[in-house]
């Protein structure tokens, strides 16, 4: 007698739920570091867009994300911004502490030149800037951390790709795009190819007002044991505070403190920044 035989309707129903939450989790992240890396907002269809996602699901998502806390809408122009719970959660995201010989070359940086100083890395397909010294109304200068920068547009990312393999700065361009901030910023490989020739001659990099009118920055690569680049070490200020007059005086600067980093090669730093090119050759 033959035995009837039941489906398992029920476990290919809970399989197919667990593969759409999933999806839908990996878009709601997309979205969310469309977010961040934005300054005027998004409204749906640029999200929509960016994603290649019907409006429909796009807007079923930042309103999951909007209730939650993730992600804000503008009532007047209906854009999107990063949630108060999504930069909570960026604050509570602290890196490794800072080895102490690292953070006093930081501090002397600092001390030599009034300007904020900051070391970054790259992570994925943007520069996190692990710590960050500002200037605190002339006393003791504060720490910060985990802020992010345009790999293809700041001083840290310029640093660090310039030492890369071309290949690698192709697959992370192609990935990451280059966002326009203004007329300044570099808007093409072959534009953002040259510069890197630049900077691999002179040893510093230079932003000129790309990301933000009125600020300059200069950072230099720091390299591990091995001679790859790791991070880079950076200064940042205004126009007046970064002119042509004080550059070649500030490059010096931050060179040497690059220098004295890539020299102490201090390992607790290097389980951050240690993973830059390994990252950067993983990036589709």
């Known amino acids: 007698m033959a035995r009837r035989v039941k489906t398992h309707k029920s476990t290919d129903t809970r399989t197919s739920d667990l593969e759409w939450t999933v999806v839908s989790l990996g878009r709601g992240l997309l979205i ?65 502490p800072a080895n102490d010989l690292v953070l006093g070359h930081l501090s002397r940086l600092h001390r030599q030149t009034g300007l904020i100083v900051e070391i970054g890395t790259l992570e994925q397909d943007q520069v996190v800037s692990i710590l960050r010294l500002s200037p605190n109304g002339g006393r003791r200068a504060s720490i910060e951390t985990n802020g992010t920068a345009e790999i293809h547009c700041s001083g840290l990312g310029k640093a660090i790709l310039a030492f890369l393999p071309v290949e690698s700065v192709e697959r992370l361009i192609r990935k990451r795009g280059m966002t326009m901030y203004n007329a300044n910023t570099i808007h093409s490989l072959d534009q953002l190819l040259r510069q890197l020739k630049i900077v691999r001659y002179r040893g510093f990099a230079l932003e000129n007002e790309e990301t933000m009118l009125g600020f300059r920055s200069v950072a230099a690569p720091i390299f591990d044991s091995g001679g790859s680049v790791m991070a880079a070490v950076g200064v940042v200020g205004t126009i007046e505070q970064i002119s042509s007059e004080n550059l070649p005086q500030l490059a010096e600067a931050v060179m040497a403190s690059a220098a004295d980093i890539t020299a102490s090669n201090s390992d607790p730093i290097q389980s951050r920044l240690g993973r830059t090119l390994s990252l950067a050759s993983a990036a589709p």
């Open 32 to 96: 969310l570091e469309a977010l961040v890396h934005t300054r005027r907002g998004m409204t749906l269809s640029d999200v929509a867009r960016k994603l290649s996602l019907p409006k429909s699901s796009t807007l079923d998502l930042l309103r999951t994300l909007t209730q939650s806390g993730y992600a804000c809408r503008e009532e007047s122009g209906g854009r999107y911004f990063p949630g108060s719970r999504l930069r909570d959660l960026g604050k509570s995201a602290s890196p490794p």
